[in-house]
């Protein structure tokens, strides 16, 4: 198994502010993921976040609005940059050791954008 | 990825038995079916996968068609923990975990 903490939990911004967001992983991963979920939604996948190299964003999603960073094995960060009130979501940080293991989700980061 | 179709919402009682079904018609053979919950207000969480055998865990039974077309994730008993909405995914060895909008489950006491 694997134990998610994000930071923050949750947060209030300003719009046209950023947010960074940390996901740290008790053990190495492979495969770390992006997801957010808005008020009353389903989730939906931002990107994945590789080791070493570049992420790689879904549909929808751009480099620019949500820079991801993946340092090591144990940890990655999302940022949310220049911030709207759409961008009130809660965002996921999930990991993986493969594609036929469990996923295991952190708690979330409530984001709200006023 | 494959498209799914599960009701929105059910309702069980507690201590009763609850099947939930999802419809995958459009699978690929090598597609294997997850299954994933999220209780109010936390991250979503795993419950079974298999792809074609029926699969049993300590949490549920997932019995899947012969045709692979559909599945139905079983709970033995219902708990009041139960309550969440339950993600029917299937998924490649290429695929990420794509989520639909599930089926709302709700327990009576």
């Known amino acids: 198994s694997a134990v998610i903490s994000q930071k923050p939990s949750r947060d209030i911004c300003q719009r046209g502010t950023s947010l960074t967001i940390q996901c740290q992983v008790d053990?190495?991963?492979?495969?770390m993921f992006w997801y957010r979920q808005q008020p009353g939604q389903s989730l939906t996948l931002i990107a994945t976040?590789?080791?070493?190299?570049?992420?790689?964003?879904e549909s929808g999603f751009v480099i620019d609005k949500f820079p991801i960073s993946r340092p090591n094995l144990t940890f990655s960060t999302l940022t949310v940059s220049n911030m709207s009130p759409e961008d009130s979501s809660i965002y996921l940080c999930?990991?993986?050791?493969?594609?036929?293991?469990?996923?295991?989700f952190g708690q979330g980061t409530r984001l709200t954008v006023v | 990825d494959a498209k799914t179709t599960q009701p929105n919402s059910m309702e069980s009682n507690e201590e009763e038995p609850v099947h939930l079904p999802c419809n995958h018609s459009?699978?690929?053979?090598?597609?294997?079916i997850h299954w994933y919950r999220q209780l109010p207000s936390q991250g979503p969480e795993y419950v079974i996968h298999?792809?074609?055998s029926n699969v049993n865990n300590r949490m549920a039974s997932l019995a899947i068609a012969e045709d692979r077309k559909s599945s139905t994730l079983i709970l033995h008993r219902a708990t009041l923990r139960d309550a969440a909405v339950y993600y029917c995914?299937?998924?490649?060895?290429?695929?990420?975990?794509?989520f639909g909008k599930g089926t709302k489950l709700s327990v009576k006491p």
């Open positions: 999930s990991v993986e050791s493969g594609v036929y293991t469990e996923a295991f």
């Open positions: 053990s190495q991963v492979t495969m």
């Open positions: 976040a590789n080791q070493g190299s570049e992420a790689t964003y």
């Open positions: 459009t699978i690929s053979g090598t597609d294997y």
């Open positions: 298999g792809l074609t």
């Open positions: 995914i299937p998924r490649g060895s290429q695929g990420n975990l794509i």
